[in-house]
Structures are given as C-alpha cells and as structure tokens.
C-alpha cells in the first residue's frame, strides 16, 4: 500500500478560504471609510489650529496684531495668517505671513467668522467674542461623534473639539 504526501492545498479548500476572507472584507470596509473621513477632517482641523497658534505666537514674538483670515468664501477655500487686523489687506502678499490651503473632504460651518486677530500680548481683539468653527465630515450622521471644532477664547487658547454632529 502508498502512502500519498499531500503537498498542497485542494481547489474546495482554497475557495472556502477566499469565500471566508471576502466575507470579513465586506463587514470591515464600510469602517475603513469612517477611518479615512475621520482621519482627513481631524487632520484639516489640526491645519487650522495650526495657523491659529501661528498668527497668536507671531503676535507675541513681534509684538503687534497678527491675523488669521480666511480667503474669498470662506475657511473652506484656505486661509492666511496676516500681520495687522482683520480685513485689513485680505491676505495680501505684503502682509502675508503663511498661506493655507483649501479644506477638502470636509463641510464648515463658521458662524460668519472671517477670521481671529491677536494682539502683542496674544489675547484675542477680534471679533470680540469666542470662536467657533466647526468642520464635519461627509455623511456625519446626528449622534455621530465625528465633527472636529477649532475654537478659541477671549485670552487667545485655540483647542480642537470632537463632537456630535
């Protein structure tokens, strides 16, 4: 009698095993999506932060105002870091500190904010009031812990948020 080494895997086997795999794929991809969103929108709203501590840390060193301002429309087409108040030069390459980007992949809601000036001290002088700008991701669904908020206070601390949509 022979005995038969088996050196390999049967066809039956190998298709229950791709069958297996796709199904897993499929439960996990839709998560993979929300990964990426959530990864893009927290990463445009460090960007703004960015620029917030930016304007506010020039400020301070230079000791005069420094801006952040956004470009024609909105946050959502990019923005600027200025020396001088707001609406001053509207990002101007005189003035001009650093340009930003256009936010991609993201909705804003900035409660008709153009911008945030910081005096030689760091506190915030304009607009006056605490700043909010909100930034969601696509399909945010109410409940959703997925909005990013960029805010900043009267005395100039910036922080990101995460809330529900």
């Keep these: 009698m022979r005995v038969r080494i088996n050196n390999g895997f049967t066809l039956i086997e190998l298709l229950v095993t791709i069958a297996i795999l796709a199904i897993i794929l499929a439960f996990a991809a839709p998560?993979?999506?929300?990964?990426?969103?959530?990864?893009?929108?927290?990463t445009q709203?460090?960007?703004?932060?960015t620029a917030v501590n930016?304007?506010?840390s020039e400020a301070v060193k230079q000791g005069i105002p420094m801006s952040i301002q956004n470009e024609p429309g909105g946050f959502i087409n990019g923005w600027c870091v200025i020396d001088g108040d707001?609406?001053?030069d509207d990002c101007k390459d005189a003035t001009l500190v650093k340009?930003?980007?256009?936010?991609?992949?993201?909705?804003?809601?900035?409660?008709?904010?153009?911008?945030?000036?910081?005096?030689?001290?760091?506190?915030?002088?304009?607009?006056?009031?605490?700043?909010?700008?909100?930034?969601?991701?696509?399909?945010c669904m109410?409940?959703?812990?997925?909005?990013?908020?960029?805010?900043?206070?009267?005395?100039?601390?910036?922080?990101?948020?995460?809330?529900?949509?």
């Design 99 to 139: 340009r930003f980007p256009a936010l991609d992949g993201v909705s804003v809601n900035q409660g008709g904010i153009t911008g945030v000036t910081f005096d030689g001290r760091g506190y915030q002088t304009a607009p006056g009031a605490n700043v909010r700008i909100e930034l969601d991701p696509p399909g």
């Design 54 to 56: 930016l304007a506010r």
């Design 31 to 42: 998560s993979f999506v929300n990964l990426i969103e959530n990864s893009r929108v927290s």
């Design 86 to 88: 707001l609406g001053v």
């Design 142 to 165: 109410p409940g959703d812990s997925r909005k990013r908020v960029v805010s900043v206070s009267l005395a100039g601390r910036a922080a990101v948020g995460l809330e529900a949509c």
């Design 45 to 49: 709203a460090n960007t703004l932060l």
